[in-house]
């Protein structure tokens, strides 16, 4: 193995959450050697696909107010985020809006030369800035330019992350080990500070709009490591994937103006959320179309998926093809459909993670010197169902914050001795060749991953029922326990099937804790529609889910759950209506 490489500060994930972090902590101190390590190339992370917006309050003027998109954020998360936490992202965001437009970022105008914002789901005011429909691509493009000006910043794309080490008691963080891709070579990392900004997981469902590379060794790390992680039976479902691909069309479709219609022609969601129709909050909206579905209203897409459409020819063609142009472009080339012309089939697909490695509100993990930031993370901005357009902006708020501690952090641990125990690094090694590099078995290791992604899509879906989740659970299991961790291709460079097979381990282990969390909250609430137990139910369930990891005997068995209280600051909950 080589020698180990140290930093002051290590960022795991380049995204929106991880290139921020990295600008805020190299602005605290350019001494600061900061890395920024990513399995895939900076713009090819996942932030780059974010369609619609960044939600901020910036028209005062107009009437739009602090106030509003809290209680916004609140109401869209159905009570469970936590109200200082979504506080503090609203008052953050202007400023982070404002600051990517000194950085170049090239945001839409209105006629007058000021900042435009569209209408999005759940929000009383229009307020996603936005990018025509290319929000992502611009943020990353203006983040990552930033970043090169910074000397003290250095890039390792193509990096796999294996673990997070630690001293022996796991109460502090160390560094990390990785596989650099290009050669197959088995690295440590030392550093006193870390921040985990790996992003979602929702390729553990088939039908999704995420990144082949959104899977969850980043989140499993943490997990794996002994840090809880809250809230995973929270997974939202986006109303609007084109078939068959799942590729998203963006809310901003609907924030222009776009209609759900079902097989009779209708719009359907005025019997769902008679005042905000389409624009309701996104969980309100999906399991409005799944019903429809269900009862029978929807169409048959030619691959004998059920669906619905989503009509733009309301918009006309010149807003389409001045705000939503890349919108049009997915509907020709994915559906074969232009929407200027024509309504086009969409069904409710894999989208976001509420849950994630549990953190405060300053994104502190339960690690002394590790934080995370984005959406691997979970400090409860969004609790059981986030509004669109707050993501990107939690990752911008907490990507400055989190850098800008963990900085703080590294300047007073500088000559902090970093022993490793040698132990830690075998045991891992261990882990990574003996156990899945030089693995044995005649099981199909993707036939695995297409195993769990397909039970996820069929029995972890918007509406929930017991036996349904025990059943997902029991084939999970059954997968879990089938002979597949091996890896056929043994070159050293570039071996994506050794990788794959890390994430595929990865997706069995935190598929199973969105299952029993799933299982554990007997109600609905947000994104999680439980058949049985259709009521929200405050009494017993305002509260966060904990899973820890048990691995007894070296054994992987169920995580150990726990509850932990929401911060109810300003809010008492009261029932949703949009
Ligand atoms: C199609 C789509 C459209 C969206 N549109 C919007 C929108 O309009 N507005 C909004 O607010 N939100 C939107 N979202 C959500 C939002 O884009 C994401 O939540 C956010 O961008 C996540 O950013 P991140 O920095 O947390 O992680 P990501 O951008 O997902 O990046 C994760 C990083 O972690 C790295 N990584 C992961 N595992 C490892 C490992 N083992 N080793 C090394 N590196 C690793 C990856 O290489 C990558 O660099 C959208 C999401 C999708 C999927």
Known sequence: MADSISYDILIIGSGIAGLRAAISAANIDSGLRIAVISKVQVMRSHSVSAEGGTAAVLAKEEGDNLESHIYDTVKGSDFLADQDVAERLVYSMPYEIYQLDHWGMPWSRKEDGTIAQRSFGGYSFPRATFAQDKVGFFEMQTLYDRCLTHDNIDFYNEWFCTSILTDEEKKQFRGLTAIEMKTGEFVKFKSPAGIVCTGGAGRVYAFSTYAYSSTPDGIDMAYRAGLGLKDMEFVQF????????????????????????????????????????????????????MTEINEGR???????????????????????LNRLAGIREIGIKFSGVDVIDEPIEIRPVCHYMMGGIHTNIDGATEMKGLWAAGEAACNSTHGANRLGANSTGECLVWGQITGELAAKYAQS?????????????????????????????????????KEITDMMDKKAHIF?????????????????????KHVDDQTQEYNTNFTNVMEIDSMLRIA?????????????????????????????????????????????????MKWYPVSITRYAPVERHY
């Open 238 to 289: 986006h109303p609007t994937g084109v078939l068959p691909s799942g590729i998203l069309i963006s809310e901003g479709a609907r924030g222009d103006g776009g209609h759900l219609i079902n097989n009779k022609g209708e719009r359907f969601m005025k019997k769902y959320a008679p005042h905000a129709l389409e624009l309701a909050s996104r969980d309100v909206v999906s399991r409005g179309m």
């Open 298 to 320: 929807g169409f048959k897409h030619e691959s004998g998926v059920d669906c619905l459409k989503l009509d733009l020819t309301p918009l006309g063609r010149d807003l389409i």
């Open 413 to 449: 641990h500088k000559d902090a001795s970093l022993s490793i125990s040698q132990q830690q690094i075998e045991a891992e090694e261990k882990r990574i060749y003996d156990g899945i590099f030089r693995g044995r078995g005649q099981v199909n290791p993707y036939q695995v991953r």
């Open 464 to 484: 929930r029922s017991e036996q349904d989740l025990s059943d997902g659970l029991r084939q999970l299991r059954e997968s879990k326990a089938a002979s597949w």
């Open 512 to 560: 199973e804790v969105i299952l029993i969390g799933a299982l554990n909250r007997r109600e609905s609430r947000g994104a999680q529609a439980r058949i049985e137990y259709p009521k929200r139910d405050d009494i017993n369930f305002l509260k966060h889910t904990l899973a820890y990891y048990n691995n007894t005997d070296n054994n992987d068995r169920a995580p150990s």
